[in-house]
């Protein structure tokens, strides 16, 4: 890897050579991750995902356990945030949310936007890139009770995971370009 590549860049090379060998690990883990860690983003694991698929031969069929994966590691993942919301409470939790760049200010677009779509607000917000790792707070916070939390986070992030990931796929299969071709460019 060359050394010149900022760290983000050195982990999206990272990450892709990992998917590149362990496709359905590297969607769980990335779904998983970003929940808890955010500087991973789904947006460009997941169609990353669906061209390596698409590359490695994988059919139409073979996408869906990858689907589930990624469905299945953003609600493990945002199901801890949105325990750890419900347990600690706005005023501890503002005090941990500024290790990870999220003020009093952003936590209360979030909450805002929770209140005016309702229990909704966690279906829909798991399509949203920035809205997809906050929702589970706010969920937390104004105590949503866990099944429907846990129901609506698998729904909305399982039409995430179909999306983000057939959209690589089809690129993949549309340019017709292998994954050999693209490593040996200079």
Known sequence: MPESLEPFDSLLVWIADFLGDHLYEGIFLAALL???????????????AGFLA?????????????????????TIGT????????KLGRVALLRYLKYVKVN?????????WFEKYGDKAVFLGRMVPVMREMIS??????????PKFVLYTF????????GTILSGYYFGE?????????????
């Open 137 to 146: 707070v706010p969920a937390g916070l104004l105590k949503m009770k866990i």
């Open 34 to 48: 970003e929940t808890i860690v955010p500087p991973i983003p789904t947006l460009a694991v997941f169609p990353t």
């Open 104 to 112: 009093e200010k952003k936590l209360e677009r979030v909450e805002i």
């Open 79 to 86: 199901s801890a945030i949105y325990l750890i919301a419900l």
């Open 174 to 186: 549309a340019i017709g370009v292998t994954t050999s071709t693209i490593t040996q460019l200079p």
């Open 155 to 162: 729904a909305g992030s399982s039409v995430w995971s179909t």
């Open 54 to 74: 698409s590359q490695q031969g994988v059919t139409e069929l073979g996408l869906i356990p990858m689907i589930l994966l990624g469905a299945i590691g953003a």
